[in-house]
């Protein structure tokens, strides 16, 4: 079992930058790989980027690739996405979600999922 939890969200102008964090709970969270999915009003939810359970590969979306970073500490059971240069379109709600291991972009695939924050970016 797996509990995820975001924190970080806000508002930000366009450029600006903000830091959403994964923070997780359950034995098994250092063996999980970690996805960032979001989901715009009336839009369907989109991969963001993931991180496998190791922090060596990573996947960026190409509309959030060059911007965006993903890093985890497992120490800490935390998983990060930094996301600078930010755009209007970036605006959603922000979801974290883990799986056994490794990455997918398929919000499918992960089994547990954290309840979101809100990222407004305003022009």
């Known amino acids: 079992q797996v509990q995820l939890v975001e924190s970080g969200g806000g508002v930000v102008q366009a450029g600006g930058s903000l830091r959403l964090s994964c923070a997780a709970s359950?034995?098994?969270?250092?063996?999980?790989?970690v996805g960032w999915f979001r989901q715009a009003p009336g839009k369907e939810r989109e991969f963001v980027s993931a991180?496998?359970?190791?922090?060596?590969?990573?996947y960026f979306a190409d509309s959030v690739k060059g911007r965006f970073t993903i890093s985890r500490d497992n120490a800490k059971n935390t998983v990060y996405l930094q996301m600078n240069s930010l755009k209007p379109e970036d605006t959603a709600v922000y979801s974290c979600?883990?799986?056994?291991?490794?990455?997918?972009?398929?919000?499918?695939?992960?089994?547990?999922w954290g309840q979101g924050t809100q990222v407004t970016v305003s022009s």
């Open positions: 979600a883990a799986r056994s291991l490794v990455t997918n972009t398929n919000p499918d695939a992960y089994r547990y």
């Open positions: 359950g034995r098994t969270f250092i063996t999980s790989a």
């Open positions: 991180i496998d359970w190791t922090g060596a590969d990573t």
